[in-house]
Nanobody, 115 residues
Framework: QVQFVESGGGLVQAGGSLRLSCVASVSMFNLRPMGWYRQAPGKQRELVAGIGSSGTVNYGDSVKGRFTISRDNAKNTVYLQMNSLTAEDTAVYYC?????????WGQGTQVTVSS
């Protein structure tokens, strides 16, 4: 059964850091490109960072230089290290494959950055 379970969110002051984790219950995880997405109130869900099966990474312009995506194939887990957080990073963060399977979004993890 496909499942994405995100964790690690919370309330943090501007300039702070958080590390998000996502355990993905998907077959052939090591072969699948994965992504972290976020949805802020009143906005569409957007791709924040992606990582390919070979480890190639890419980032949205707004998070370049601040966020780092990584994966541990032995644990079926994807991470998102977020540094220098700003109020604009406040959102619910989700992980999914790339492109995303629309019927299988997890509950997400809330990140709130206070300014």
């Amino acid at each position: 059964q496909v499942q994405f379970v995100e964790s690690g969110g919370g309330l943090v002051q501007a300039g702070g850091s958080l590390r998000l984790s996502c355990v993905a219950s998907v077959s052939m995880f090591n072969l699948r490109p994965m992504g972290w997405y976020r949805q802020a109130p009143g906005k569409q869900r957007e791709l924040v960072a992606g990582i390919g099966s070979s480890g190639t990474v890419n980032y949205g312009d707004s998070v370049k230089g601040r966020f780092t995506i990584s994966r541990d194939n032995a644990k079926n887990t994807v991470y998102l290290q977020m540094n220098s957080l700003t109020a604009e990073d406040t959102a619910v963060y989700y992980c999914n494959v790339r492109p995303p399977w629309q019927d299988y979004w997890g509950q997400g993890t809330q990140v709130t950055v206070s300014s």
